[in-house]
Structure formats: C-alpha cells, structure tokens
C-alpha cells in the first residue's frame, strides 16, 4: 500500500508541470491574436488623423545689411551676437570723400543760381532795349510822314524822303532784332521763376544725392534685433557697396517652414492645430498652428528649375513648404533649427 501512494504522488508531480504548461500555452494562443486586433484596430482608427514631417526648420526674419556707398571702415560699434535696436549705429564709413563731394555739388549749385541770376538780367536788358527800339521806331515814324508831307508840298527833296523811309524800316527791322533777342532770352530761363529753372534744379538734386551719399556712410541696424556674422567688421576694411557685410537677426516672432510631400497637403488647412519638436530642445513638444500653405513647390523657385521635358524624365515627389505659427514660443529659438512637425488633420 505504501508502495503504490508513493507512485500516485509521483505521477502527481510529474502530471502538474505539464499541465501548466498546456495551460500557458493556450493563454499565449489566445491573448496575442487578441493583441493584435487590439493594435490594429487603435491603428486602424486612428491613422489619416495626422500627417508628419521633419523637414521642417524654425525661421525669422534675416536682415542682409550692405552699405549703400562704398569706403574705408574707420570705426565698429557691434559686436557678434551683440542686441541691437532699430537705428543703432553699426559701423561708420569715412566720410572724407563724401564731405568734399557735398562741397563741390553745393559750390556747382551756387554757380547755377548765378548764372540763371546772370541769364535773368540780361532777358531784362533785352526788355529795355524793346522799349528803345520802339522809341526809335515812333520817331522814324514821324520824321518819314513828315517828309512825304513836305515832298508832296515841293518843301524837301527826294533824297530825303528816301532817307526818312529807309531810316523807318531800319528801326522797325530794329525793334524786331530785340524782341527776338528778347525771346530767346525768356526761352532759356524757362516759363517759370528763375528758382525752379532746369540748370538749379539739377545742382539741387547734386547737392541732395552727395548729403544723402554722405549721410550713408553711418550704417544703422534696419530692424531690432541679434548681429550676426559681424566677425569681418574691423577698422581698415574695405566697405564694398551693396555687398552685405553683417546681419540682423529679427527679435520678432519667430516660425516654422515645414516642407510637406505633395500627397499630404490634401489635408492640411489654414487654421489647423500642430505640434513641433525641436531638435535642439530635446523632451519638449510645442503648440502651433498652420498659418497658410506655399503657392509653388521648393523646386520652382529655385535658381535652375527642374525640366521635365526630357525623355529620361523621372517622376519625383515634390514638397510644398507649410508655414506654421508658434502657439506657445520656447525661450529661445535660433533660425534655421531643425523641426519635427506634426499636424492634426480630419480624416
């Protein structure tokens, strides 16, 4: 009887394990089938709900600063990442040359006025000697018809008479001479006053382009703001016209160009909440919303466009840039950072 308990016990033992072991296995069988419907049908639901994409970076605006005239740098009042406000002085341009310019166009403009001053006088000279030759014309005048009227009384010769008329028509040819002359003279000061004469104005406009030119050599910080590239701005440096030289990062609001592939813009609209990860802010995920969609393909603007005529054409998928604004701004952003994007979209 002991004999055959210790073998029951036995099979007992032996029996469990493997019972367990069936019962573990129909568990698995079970429950990852399930978890599977599970995961795909959350997935199911909800994918369509958002579209994605990290080729996105954070922008601002960006001031290129060139100097409108060109010269010596003779002093720098910036430095790199340095804040400025708009109309702070960045560096200044020797003014020399520029000062003497002014001088020369003021000098060019008062010559101007005195010679139009010059050219006024002599058109009221020309004035005056009408009035003379016309004098001359009403005397001539009379001494002719006094001559005809002795000749036709047999009181003067002949000879006379033809001196008395020759004497008329030279003050009349005369008086003619100077209202031409006079003419001419009002032609060349211009319908109007002698201060908005054509000569004047252009030694004004001199006088006005070398003060403006002189004026540029202070170059001021266009819009508030952190200087940027500011390391080749030193006493002794050549200052190269319309060639920028240092920049002004906008302290504004900053955004975000999210370059999307053209089959997801279907579904992206004005308006529509996002959420933006910032590389360089690991762990942090920001509030945004889509502010308007680009009217033209990355590839478009670019400086050689792509030609699709060829007959080794091969179709690309495009990105359209998705401008985004920050609903909650980080601390601080630096332009051109790298972005994940992510915008809620109805399926």
Do not use: C
């Amino acid at each position: 009887m002991n004999f055959m308990a210790d073998i029951d016990s036995e099979t007992e033992v032996v029996l469990a394990p493997r019972g367990r072991k069936r019962w573990l296995r129909l568990v698995t069988m079970i429950s990852v089938p399930l978890l599977l419907v599970i995961a795909g049908t959350y997935f199911w639901l909800t994918s369509g709900r958002t579209v994605s994409t990290d080729n996105a970076q954070v922008t601002a605006h960006v001031v290129n600063v060139a100097p409108e005239v060109g010269g010596r740098i003779v002093e720098v009042f910036v430095t790199e990442n340095q804040r400025v406000k708009a109309g702070d002085l960045l560096y200044r341009i020797d003014s020399a040359p520029y000062r003497i310019a002014l001088l020369e166009a003021e000098a060019a403009a008062g010559k101007a006025r005195l010679h139009v001053s010059e050219m006024a006088g002599t058109y009221t000279s020309k004035l005056a000697d009408i009035d003379s030759k016309a004098s001359d014309v009403e005397l001539a005048q009379d001494n002719f018809k006094r001559q005809k009227d002795l000749l036709a009384k047999g009181f003067t010769t002949r000879a006379k008479y033809d001196e008395a008329r020759a004497a008329l028509a030279a003050s009349q040819a005369d008086r003619a001479v100077a209202s031409a002359d006079a003419q001419a003279a009002r032609a060349v000061l211009g319908p109007g006053s002698t201060s908005r004469h054509p000569e004047i104005a252009a030694a004004d406009a001199m006088v006005a382009k070398a003060r403006l030119d002189l004026s540029r050599t202070e170059i001021r910080a266009p819009i508030g703001g952190v200087v940027a590239q500011a390391d080749g701005l030193n006493p002794g440096g050549l200052a190269i016209q319309m060639l920028s030289n240092v920049s002004v990062v906008g302290g504004g609001e900053p955004w975000v160009d999210a370059n999307f592939k053209e089959t997801q813009l279907a579904k992206i609209r004005p308006g529509q909440r996002a959420e933006v990860e910032i590389d360089a802010i690991p762990g942090r995920t920001f509030k945004a919303h889509v502010t308007g969609v680009g009217a033209g393909t990355g590839s478009e603007f670019s400086l050689l466009p792509a030609q699709n005529a060829s007959g080794n054409w091969v179709k690309v998928t495009q990105r359209v840039p998705v401008r985004l604004s920050f609903d909650e701004k980080p601390d601080r952003l630096v332009s051109g950072w790298s972005a994940h994007v992510t915008v809620a979209v109805k399926k």
